[in-house]
């Protein structure tokens, strides 16, 4: 690969925090000069003398990526990987922010009919448009090479539709060696956590890393207490939101969940309400902070500039019950339903999935985890050791269950009221009341 793995972490340092103010649209041909050269002269020089050709037009693919921060960059990865594999192929890249801009640019594709070829989004998308008849089953062989606990976030009706490729996983991030200097432990309990909390304040110590200048990042904070106190127990539990069977006014579950956010606040930063992400990681990777709920894409900065810092993962503690991490499938590839280039894009896909050295460095670069059959990890994250005992207890729960009752745009307006009221400019029964109001929202609506 010509771009090494540092000059891309500095485009990741430049992008963290801003991705949403990208929106480009880039043509990349996959070739080469020489081919090109070749291809338009139309001359193949044989042993029989000189044999004319046609001239061979480039096969173009449109591809609309949604892309979290720490995404951005692999579409080189793939350009250049491409041009290897596949020299008579370019890919047509339209990158937004998947928090902010995937879902109304895919549904302005869909209202138009002009779908593009391959989506990039999340396991989740899967179940939100499958339903709009815009997306095309995935071939076998491409869905073999998945992991099984990944299929099943792309399945619809027993067919897959979309190809998962790397997974991140969601909980309290915190510092291990403050919390051996305190002779502190994971807390399991919403007591403990209480315990935990004032032990740090008694000695001077912030508890919690935040930031709330983003609505993406109270909307995932929220959906992490939600997948333990509500989805864990009652799966359909947005179906029955939408059927006027459980609101979240009066839910006293969902009342303790927004609160669990005030208290977060409470207990970081006084400038935690001003912050933004790329901040926040900075502070908690120099040790201003014990505990940070996020996912492991903060582990990209954590790794990098909290070199000497040990750092754990443990689920934030439920209301009732034993906590578990959650597993969000990320980066997922879908196609259209009407591509002339299907069968193109699936061998495509197959090739993608069975690299293994691209696979390591897209896993290296955004500090994910395989779902991959044959891939194995490329770095060892500091968390990796609890994430993997977590898996071995059977505590882990895939987020794409609550996130496909609630899609994203419902989560992230729902979290814009909540920083509302966070910042005290509306009551917390306003709040739910506005949930309640826009049920019909929770889940996507064709334009």
Not at 41 to 61: N, S
Not at 100 to 125: E, R, S, T
Not at 343 to 371: H, M, N, P, R, W
């Amino acid at each position: 690969m010509k771009r090494t793995y540092e000059k891309r972490m500095k485009r990741r340092e430049a992008t963290v925090g801003r991705i949403g103010k990208r929106k480009r649209r880039r043509v990349l041909w996959a070739g080469n000069k020489l081919l090109g050269t070749v291809l338009a002269a139309g001359i193949v020089l044989t042993g029989c003398g000189q044999e004319a050709v046609e001239e061979r037009e480039p096969e173009t693919i449109t591809v609309l990526a949604g892309q979290s921060t720490s995404d951005a960059g692999i579409e080189d990865m793939i350009d250049e990987w491409l041009l290897e594999k596949f020299p008579n192929v370019r890919l047509e890249w339209e990158c937004v922010d998947w928090g902010d801009g995937f879902n109304a640019k895919i549904q302005g594709h869909f209202a138009a009919g002009d779908v593009p070829d391959l989506m990039i989004g999340k396991a989740q998308d899967v179940k939100t448009y499958a339903k709009t008849g815009n997306l095309g089953v995935i071939e076998e062989r491409c869905s073999q090479k998945i992991e099984e606990e990944a299929l099943e976030a792309v399945m619809v009706n027993g067919e897959v539709y979309g190809v998962p490729y790397n997974a991140w996983y969601q909980g309290v991030i915190y510092n291990k060696d403050i919390f051996r200097r305190l002779e502190l432990e994971p807390p399991e309990t919403e007591e403990e956590m209480k315990a935990v909390i004032q032990c740090l304040k008694d000695h001077d110590i912030v508890p919690f890393a935040s930031h709330f200048q983003e609505h993406w990042k109270v909307a995932n904070m929220t959906m992490q207490y939600l997948m333990n106190d509500i989805f864990c127990e009652i799966p359909d539990w947005g179906d029955q939101f939408r059927e006027g069977k459980q609101d979240f006014g009066g839910n006293e579950q969902i009342r303790h969940c927004l609160e669990n956010n005030k208290m977060i606040l409470e207990n970081s930063w006084e400038d935690a309400l001003q912050l933004e992400q790329f901040e926040s990681d900075s502070r908690f990777t120099q040790g201003e902070a014990a505990m940070y709920l996020t996912g492991s894409w903060s582990m990209q900065f954590a790794n990098q500039y909290g070199k000497d810092i040990d750092f754990g993962i443990f689920p934030y503690p439920a209301k009732q019950g034993a906590s578990k991490l959650l597993r969000e499938t990320n980066l997922t590839f879908m196609k259209s339903a009407d591509t002339q280039y299907g069968e193109l894009i699936d061998d495509i896909l197959y090739a993608l999935l069975d690299d293994q050295k691209l696979g390591q460095e897209i896993l290296g670069f955004t500090q994910s985890s395989s779902v991959i059959k044959g891939i194995p990890p490329a770095y060892h994250s500091k968390i990796q050791q609890d994430i993997d005992w977590y898996e071995a207890q059977g505590r882990v729960l895939d987020v794409s269950g609550g996130n496909s009752q609630l899609i994203w745009d419902f989560q992230n307006s729902f979290a814009a009221q909540q920083i509302d009221w966070l910042k005290k400019e509306k009551t917390l029964e306003e709040v739910l009341d506005y949930a309640d109001r826009n049920r019909k929202y929770s889940s996507y609506l064709p334009e």
